[in-house]
């Protein structure tokens, strides 16, 4: 109904145009100097203080493999300058916010520690270009942080970062669903806007391998889009907007994700000890779920 009327229509045509010419527009900035770009990246796998494991002969799942997110050309991980385009495409949707990590630092400083106070190891879950990752080194110097992505263009690019700002992250390529940690091995787990973009039986599998490297007592701290259960029969603009992703956006999966029950399937796994609030900063749209092993 509301896409027959004109008005609709025409900020839907801009709204895909803007993302096309976004990336258009930073792909042309960086591709004059992409040699120079790349062979940064390459220089970053090996001098510190951040530290890059790249696993070999690794497929990618389908369900990431075959989405092309965003509609961002080449998704995350086909062009070697993914991570550096990300970064820079991020900052324009995000007006500018995005360069110097401010909404990371929000949400990473405002994160509750486990009761005890105890962090000594800490997990980024799917990290991308490590902005929420060198945020919890900002917060925690003293403990040991990881971060995981399935993408190397992400994880170069983030070990690039890292360590331009000095700070000692350790970035190592894994599947968010099949950590090679050990059980019981971190203190805190922190995710941020990952679990929308995968398919709902994977985010359970996500939920149960953070809570098997989770330490009793440890917290696991998910950001990403409120959810309403299916029961709830408004139809509000956000939902409206999160259509418009599914259908024009490159997010296939964020509508069942907004939609479904995400803190009772972290409850299923953790027990009640779920808080469910929205997100200081975060807009009308963005929630801070804390589970706690
Ligand atoms: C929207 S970004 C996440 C933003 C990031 N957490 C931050 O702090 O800036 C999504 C990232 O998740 C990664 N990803 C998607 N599915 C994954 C999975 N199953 N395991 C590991 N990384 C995954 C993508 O490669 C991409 O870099």
């Keep these: 109904m509301l896409e027959r009327h004109p008005i609709v229509a025409f900020l839907n045509r801009l709204m895909r145009s803007h993302q096309e010419l976004k990336y258009r527009a930073v792909e042309v900035a ?3 100097q992409a040699e120079v770009f790349a062979a940064a990246l390459k220089e970053a796998e090996t001098s510190g203080p951040a530290t890059l494991s790249l696993k070999e002969g690794f497929e990618y799942p389908g369900y990431y493999r075959d989405v092309e997110f ?67 080194v900002e917060r925690w110097p003293g403990a040991e942080v990881h971060a995981v992505d399935v993408a190397p263009a992400m994880l170069r690019y983030a070990t690039l970062r890292a360590n331009g700002m000095g700070l000692p992250v350790h970035f190592s390529r894994q599947l968010a669903e099949d950590l090679e ?104 749209y963005m929630s801070m779920r804390v589970a706690t092993k």
């Design 30 to 32: 960086f591709d004059d």
């Design 70 to 136: 965003h509609i961002k050309p080449g998704s995350y991980f086909v062009n070697e300058l993914a991570g550096l385009q990300y970064h820079y495409t991020m900052n324009l949707f995000m007006r500018r916010v995005a360069h110097a990590d401010e909404s990371n630092r929000s949400y990473v400083n405002s994160l509750p520690e486990p009761e005890d106070g105890l962090v000594e190891r800490v997990l980024d879950l799917a990290c991308s270009v490590g902005q929420s990752a060198t945020a919890l």
């Design 181 to 284: 940690f050990e059980d019981g091995s971190f203190d805190v787990v922190f995710c941020y806007i990952l679990f929308h973009e995968v398919p709902q039986d994977m985010a359970r599998r996500i939920i149960r391998e953070a809570h098997r490297v989770l330490r009793p007592g440890g917290r696991f701290v998910v950001v990403d889009f409120m959810s309403r259960p299916t029961s709830d029969p408004a139809f509000t603009v956000d939902d409206y907007m999160r259509a418009w992703d599914r259908e024009f956006n490159g997010e296939p999966y964020s509508v069942a994700f907004v939609r479904g029950d995400f803190t009772g399937a972290l409850a299923e796994v953790f027990g009640s000890v779920v808080a469910d609030h929205p997100l200081e900063g975060g807009g009308s």
